[in-house]
C-alpha cells in the first residue's frame, strides 16, 4: 500500500539550531516528492519538490531536501531555523509515471522554534 | 498566495444534514483534488476531477460526491453528514500530467454536531 511516514510528530528547536525532518514512503514506481508547509492559520503552501534530476532541492526560505531512492527517503533540512519557522510540514507523494496522481500525505511534524 | 480560493471558511452542521463547499481553482488548471484533513492529521484525498468527469476516487463512501464546471469551478457534496466528517476540506487545482504541483486553497472547515 502508498504510505508516507514522517517519524517525528512535535519537534521543538531553539533558534539557530539546525533542522532534519525525516521522512520515508512506500511507493511503487516513478515518484514525484513534495514538502508542503501550513504555517498557523494559513493554508498548504508548498515548500519544495522532486520530479527528476539532482537529487538535492532548494526550496524556499532556505529549507532543502535530498532524494534517497535507496532509503525511500526524503528529509528536510534547514541549516539554522527562525522563530518564523514553526509550523506544520507535510511530506507528500504521488506517481511520476503518468496523469495527475493523488497525494499521500504523512501525517505531518509539529515544528516549534523558540526564542 | 495560491489563486485557489474556497468558500464558505467555517460551516456548522447536525448529523444528517447535506452540505456543498464550494472552489475556484487557480486560473488556466483543469484538475482539482479534493482532500478531507481530520484533526492532527495529514490530508486524505476524497476524488479527483478532470474536464468535468471524475478522474480517481479515495477510499470515502458514495455519500461524498463532486462536480467539476466548465470553467474548472469545483463542488464537494456530502450527504447524511455524520460527526466523523468534521475535519477541514481542502482543494487542490493543478494541471495534468505526470509532473505537475497541486496548489491548495485556504479550505472549508466543517463541524458536525
Known amino acids: 500500500a502508498q504510505s508516507v511516514s514522517q517519524h517525528n510528530h512535535h519537534v521543538i528547536l531553539s533558534e539557530a539550531a539546525s533542522l532534519e525532518l525525516g521522512c520515508n514512503y512506500s511507493?511503487?514506481?516513478?515518484?514525484?516528492l513534495f514538502w508542503y508547509v501550513q504555517y498557523p492559520g494559513q493554508h498548504l503552501q508548498l515548500l519544495l519538490k522532486?520530479?527528476?534530476?539532482?537529487?538535492l532541492v532548494k526550496g524556499i526560505k532556505g529549507f532543502e531536501a535530498e532524494f534517497i531512492k535507496s532509503k525511500f527517503s526524503f528529509n528536510l533540512r534547514k541549516p539554522s531555523v527562525q522563530w518564523s519557522d514553526t509550523a506544520e510540514y507535510f511530506c507528500?507523494?504521488?506517481?511520476?509515471?503518468?496523469?495527475?496522481?493523488?497525494?499521500?500525505f504523512g501525517k505531518g511534524t509539529r515544528l516549534s522554534v523558540i526564542a | 498566495e495560491t489563486g485557489v480560493t474556497q468558500s464558505p471558511t467555517h460551516l456548522i452542521k447536525t448529523r444528517g444534514q447535506q452540505v456543498t463547499l464550494r472552489c475556484s481553482s487557480q486560473?488556466?488548471?483543469?484538475?482539482v483534488s479534493w482532500y478531507q484533513q481530520a484533526l492532527g492529521q495529514g490530508p486524505q484525498f476524497i476524488f479527483q476531477?478532470?474536464?468535468?468527469?471524475?478522474?480517481g476516487r479515495g477510499n470515502f463512501p458514495p455519500r461524498f460526491s463532486g462536480l467539476q464546471f466548465p470553467n474548472y469551478s469545483s463542488e464537494l457534496n456530502v450527504n447524511a453528514l455524520e460527526l466523523d466528517d468534521s475535519a477541514l476540506y481542502l482543494c487542490?487545482?493543478?494541471?495534468?500530467?505526470?509532473?505537475?504541483?497541486?496548489?491548495f486553497g485556504p479550505g472549508t472547515r466543517l463541524l458536525v454536531l
Open positions: 487542490a487545482s493543478s494541471l495534468m500530467g505526470p509532473q505537475e504541483t497541486q496548489y
Open positions: 511507493y511503487g514506481g516513478t515518484v514525484n
Open positions: 522532486y520530479f527528476s534530476g539532482d537529487p
Open positions: 507528500a507523494v504521488n506517481g511520476g509515471n503518468s496523469g495527475n496522481t493523488p497525494l499521500v
Open positions: 486560473s488556466g488548471h483543469n484538475t
Open positions: 476531477y478532470y474536464r468535468e468527469e471524475e478522474n
